[in-house]
């Protein structure tokens, strides 16, 4: 059974994701990195978010019954992975204090579980609507 989100769960996930990912943007935007290096990470945290929704819409549509392609589920799946590994490839080989390491690796997972949470959220909202629809059509 789906529940409508809180109130509260829905601001804090939308907190976490725009904090994550401002705190990510606002550590690029001041590192003393080339140009390039710059783009490397942002698309990273921008692929990183587009995968990790995919595989919860993914997930998602597969636990209620929406087809969805098993290439389509794999390719998800090994994006989502694809992200992480080239993040951490990027911060072993980047000449980065450790403490800079650890502020992109956790910065960048709270975007992740974030983006998740959001997708999560507009589904059930989604889903608790179109319920609340139909019962208030059926006593009309």
Known sequence: ????????????SWVALLAGMLAYNIGLWNAQMALNEKGYYFTILMYGLFSAVSVQKSVR???EGIPVTNVYYGISWISVLLAILLLTVGLWNATL???EKGFYAMSFTLSLFAAIAVQKNTRDSQVAEKRDNQFADRNV
């Open 97 to 99: 204090t450790l403490s």
């Open 61 to 63: 549509d597969r636990l």
């Open 1 to 12: 059974m789906n529940q409508q989100p809180s109130s509260a769960f829905i601001a804090a």
